[in-house]
C-alpha cells in the first residue's frame, strides 16, 4: 500500500479529544455528591447503558431506570447538568486537530459510542464540526463499537476501502476489531504519539512508531 492511498482518518472521541461522556469515574463523583449508592447506581448503569448509546431509549429513560427509580431529594435537571458538565477537553489533542485539519489532505470521520443528548451537547459545546467532516455515532446509527458492522458502514459512508483508512482509538479492543477488517488502526496513548503518526502519515511517512 501507498501512503497516498490513505484518505480517511477515523477517529474515537472519548479517551482522545475529550473525557468519557459519561464513564465509571463521573459515576463515582455523581455518587458522592448526590447521595447514591455506587454499586447500586453501577450495576443499572451497566444494564442499561448500552440501550441507550445505541439510541433505543432517551436520557431521561435511562435516568428513569439508573437514578429516578425511587423518589430523591434533587432535581432531574440538576443530575442532568452535572452529567453533560463531566465532559472537558483533553490536554493539547482537539486545538491542535482542529488546525491540522485544515490542510492535512485527508478527510476526518469521528466512529464514537455515545448516546443522542450526549453526542448533541459535545459536538456542539466543543465545536467539533471544526475536527470532523462527518460523525457515526452509535446513537444515530444503532451499532455501537465493538460491533465491526459500525466500521464497515463508516467505510461505506466515506466511500473507502480498509486500507484507505486509519483509525485512532485509545481502547485497545476496538482499535484490534479495526485491524481485524484491515483498518490501520493505533492505540492513542498520548497527544505526542498521535501527533508523531499523523505527522507522519501528511508527509507520506509509513515509518510509524
Given at each position: 500500500m501507498k501512503n497516498t492511498d490513505?484518505?480517511?482518518?477515523?477517529?474515537?472521541?472519548?479517551?482522545i479529544l475529550l473525557s468519557n461522556g459519561w464513564g465509571h469515574e463521573s459515576r463515582k463523583l455523581a455518587a458522592e455528591k448526590f447521595g447514591l449508592d455506587?454499586?447500586?447506581v453501577n450495576a443499572l448503569h451497566n444494564f442499561i447503558f448500552n440501550v441507550y448509546e445505541i439510541g433505543k431509549i432517551s436520557l431521561d429513560d435511562y435516568l428513569d431506570t439508573v437514578i429516578f427509580n425511587q423518589p430523591r431529594e434533587f432535581l432531574r435537571e440538576d443530575f442532568k447538568q452535572f452529567i453533560?458538565?463531566?465532559?472537558v477537553e483533553l490536554p493539547e489533542m482537539l486545538e491542535w486537530?482542529?488546525?491540522?485539519?485544515?490542510?492535512?489532505g485527508f478527510r476526518i470521520i469521528s466512529v464514537n459510542n455515545e448516546g443522542k443528548e450526549l453526542n448533541d451537547y459535545r459536538v456542539e459545546k466543543f465545536k467539533l464540526h471544526q475536527c470532523f467532516d462527518a460523525f457515526i455515532s452509535s446513537c444515530e446509527v444503532k451499532m455501537r463499537k465493538p460491533d465491526p458492522g459500525i466500521f464497515q458502514l463508516a467505510m461505506?459512508?466515506?466511500?473507502?476501502?480498509?486500507?484507505?483508512?486509519?483509525?485512532?482509538?485509545?481502547?485497545i479492543m476496538f482499535v484490534q476489531?479495526?485491524?481485524k477488517l484491515g483498518i490501520r488502526s493505533?492505540?492513542?496513548?498520548s497527544f505526542a504519539s498521535t501527533k508523531k503518526i499523523l505527522e507522519g502519515l501528511k508527509k507520506n511517512n509509513l515509518q510509524f512508531l
Open positions: 490513505i484518505r480517511i482518518l477515523f477517529f474515537d472521541i472519548g479517551g455506587y454499586n447500586e453533560y458538565a463531566q465532559s486537530l482542529k488546525h491540522w485539519k485544515k490542510d492535512c461505506g459512508i466515506a466511500q473507502a476501502v480498509p486500507e484507505q483508512c486509519v483509525y485512532f482509538d485509545d481502547r476489531v479495526a485491524q493505533f492505540q492513542h496513548t
